[in-house]
């Protein structure tokens, strides 16, 4: 089993992580009615696949209080019923849901509302404390940070929390946080599509866990989308035009250009026995001994297959530069 150093924190976990955005079920933007899910869920699966993955030897669970406004935590609480112990919880804070009416209702960083939403989360999960709490307002200001961390140092010495991180992709906001006693992990996106040598390079200055959100571009490097097979399902995000952020799907179909650079590598990411996944996930263990990825899921089958690339491990240096010329090369084809 491949492990990794939850950064300076001194806890051990697994090399990959899974996160549990999708199991979360519908949630809306109160002001458009849009999704913010990625449709409905079966809980009894989605249960099924946590214990799959805990079975896998898979010990870090990301989440949010946000996902299916509260209903990922619950789901998180009840799959983890007598077996809590050696699993390391990551949650997060700052977008405010309504869990009555499935409504996005915008963000809040107050402490007054930091400590309501951590009281929150314990209760959904069913725990008495988080092994990790993630501010998740990633462009949130810097200046104002210090605030923030105060809190949540509180929150440590209270015993509600045992470590603290920042959801953002900006280095800069990273480094404010990454001052804090109890700060030992920065989730950002990362994939083969999106790199991020800076925030690789603090996070290795200031031994802090790499947690990649995104590592599969959003299913589109399972290889299972292409403009044959779409996203057809009204609630799944992905069939959004509207969220600058959202690069990989436009309207339900695949980025053309992502979807052609794919072709480009899919032979050195599936080489060895790798799924096309694996290799993206392997991609990413060799870009930094602090990177562990947590890719989403919906079923036990998604889960098997990711925690395979457990036993590929990291793809080797000389693969890893063959990676970077391939890429290097198809995205100038696509200026």
Not at 11 to 40: D, N
Not at 49 to 68: K, V, W
Not at 169 to 177: H, I, L, Q, S, Y
Not at 228 to 237: S, Y
Request: proline letters at 4%; one cysteine or more.
């Amino acid at each position: 089993m491949l492990k990794r150093q939850l950064g300076r924190s001194g806890i051990e976990v697994s090399a990959l992580g899974i996160g549990c955005w999708a199991i979360g079920g519908p949630w809306i933007e109160a002001a458009t009615g849009k999704p913010f899910g990625w449709g409905e869920v079966n809980d009894r699966e989605s249960i099924e696949a946590i214990h799959c993955a805990l079975d896998s030897g898979i010990t870090l669970i990301d989440t949010s209080d946000n996902y299916g406004a509260g209903h990922s935590e619950k789901v998180i609480g009840q799959a983890l019923k007598g077996r809590r112990s050696g699993v390391v919880i990551a949650t997060k804070f700052g977008y405010v849901t309504d869990e009555t009416t499935k409504e996005a209702r915008g963000a809040a960083a107050s402490p007054a509302y930091i400590r309501q939403a951590c009281e929150a989360s314990l209760r959904r999960l069913q725990t008495d404390y988080i092994d990790l709490y993630q501010f998740h307002l990633g462009d949130y200001p810097p200046d104002l940070a210090p605030e923030v961390m105060g809190v949540l140092e509180e929150l440590a010495a209270e015993g509600k929390i045992r470590y603290y991180g920042w959801s953002t992709d900006d280095p800069g906001r990273a480094e404010v946080f990454a001052r804090g006693r109890h700060c030992t992990a920065i989730q950002h996106e990362m994939n083969v599509f999106r790199d991020n040598a800076g925030m690789l390079e603090l996070c290795a200055k200031q031994r802090l866990a790499s947690i990649n959100r995104g590592p599969l571009a959003m299913g589109l490097l399972t290889g299972k989308y292409s403009e044959a097979r779409t996203v057809a399902d009204p609630q799944d995000i992905r069939g959004r035009n509207d969220l600058e952020w959202l690069t990989y799907f436009q309207n339900g179909v695949p980025s053309a250009d992502m979807s052609e650079r794919l072709q480009d590598i899919r032979d050195l990411l599936t080489s060895g026995g790798r799924t096309l996944a694996q290799g993206a996930l392997g991609w990413l263990w060799a870009r930094s001994e602090w990177t562990i990825p947590i890719p989403g899921f919906r079923t036990v089958k998604q889960v098997t297959e990711n925690a395979g690339a457990l036993e590929h491990g990291p793809l080797t240096s000389e693969q890893v530069a063959q990676m970077e010329k391939l890429m290097t090369r198809g995205a100038a084809a696509a200026e």
